[in-house]
């Protein structure tokens, strides 16, 4: 299993320029892999440039004071962010926070959180993984 996170790791980082990504964040992507796959037979993987577009977008949908990912996480990955009620949120980054996206139950909790308050609905699993590697990029 070991050997197959490795070469899958390999993999990821060539495929996509995913500088990173660890076996936690592999883990992750993986999952979502598998879920976007489910619903998209062909589905061709996850891209960074698609998530960055994503974290960069005003989007509809979603609270008014908050139209994009960078409301509050600031349009670079690399710096705190903050909250609507003023507390700081750690570098999106994994360069900077590198336990970021290692854990899926807690990256679900706050994918489910923040898509219902920036697009007023679930992410996609193809969202998520766009946006991990984006964030794997950075």
Same mark, same amino acid.
């Given at each position: 299993?070991?050997?197959?996170?490795?070469?899958?790791?390999?993999?990821?980082?060539? +495929?996509?320029?995913?500088?990173?990504?660890?076996?936690?964040?592999?883990?992750?992507?993986?999952?979502?892999?598998?879920?976007?796959?489910?619903?998209?037979?062909?589905?061709?993987?996850?891209?960074?440039?698609?998530?960055?577009?994503?974290?960069?977008?005003?989007?509809?949908?979603?609270?008014?004071?908050?139209?994009?990912?960078?409301?509050?996480?600031?349009?670079? !990955?690399?710096?705190?962010?903050?909250?609507?009620?003023?507390?700081?949120?750690? !570098?999106? +980054?994994?360069?900077?926070? !590198?336990?970021?996206?290692?854990?899926?139950?807690?990256?679900?909790?706050?994918?489910?959180?923040?898509?219902?308050?920036?697009?007023?609905? +679930?992410?996609?699993?193809?969202?998520?993984?766009?946006?991990?590697?984006?964030?794997?990029?950075?």
């Amino acid at each position: 299993m070991t050997r197959l996170l490795t070469v899958l790791s390999c993999v990821f980082v060539g +495929a996509s320029g995913i500088a990173l990504a660890g076996a936690a964040q592999q883990s992750v992507l993986a999952r979502y892999e598998t879920d976007a796959r489910k619903t998209d037979p062909g589905f061709a993987g996850f891209s960074a440039d698609r998530g960055k577009v994503f974290f960069l977008t005003k989007h509809s949908g979603g609270r008014p004071d908050t139209p994009s990912c960078a409301s509050c996480h600031t349009a670079s !990955p690399r710096q705190p962010g903050q909250t609507r009620a003023g507390q700081t949120i750690a !570098p999106m +980054a994994v360069s900077v926070t !590198p336990s970021r996206f290692s854990n899926a139950a807690k990256a679900e909790k706050w994918f489910a959180r923040n898509c219902d308050t920036v697009l007023g609905r +679930a992410c996609t699993a193809q969202e998520k993984g766009d946006f991990i590697s984006f964030m794997l990029s950075q």
